[in-house]
């Protein structure tokens, strides 16, 4: 998809802040520093537009970036809670809930995960809780270009495997370095906001 417009349209901590419009909605999610931003970047070709590496303990928001007047991409702040304090995480928690399993434009949740590693337990605990709730995933991994291509196979299979992943769930090679994948990502994004 060839993107000619794109701009953060909204930033929202609760429903009342949400678009009011009824474009559909592809949520972004991942942990911590996994390369979040970097891909909406490079989806949208937007160097600088979704900030990087967010520190934990900043305010969490939902960014909603609207694209081509035709979705919303929506940044959900990273997990991995580690040194996140406990109210944080829960005020977290309960922010993207509250978004997560009541929004109706949500058609899809692109869950980024890093090639070159297994799946973390968070990783695993955010693809079980998605499943709960029946919202179809896309799971994206990113960082191809840090593994040689022959090993791409056995990586994704670990994935795979770990994350027990539905079969009617996408996987999907990515690299915000090379833009690979950026094509077949589109092409399931627009798959899943035509439903
Ligand atoms: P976020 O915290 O999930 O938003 O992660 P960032 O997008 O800030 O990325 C974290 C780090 O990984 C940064 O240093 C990025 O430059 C790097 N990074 C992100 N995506 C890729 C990728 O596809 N390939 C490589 N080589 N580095 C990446």
Redesign the pocket.
Known sequence: MKVTKSELAHVAVKPEQYPTSRLPEIALS?R????????INKMINRKGL?R???RPGKTQTLNFYEINEMLYFVDVP?YGFAKVPKPEREAWGRMIETYLQDREQLKAVVL?VDLRHPPSADDKMMYNWLKHFDIPVIVVA?????IPKGKWEKHLKVIRNDLEKIESDPLLL????TAQGKEQVWKTIQHYISQ
Do not use: H, L, P, R
């Open positions: 991942g911590s520093n996994v390369g979040k931003s970097s891909f979704a990087t590496s967010q990273g980024i990113t960082k191809s270009d840090k990515f690299s915000s370095e």
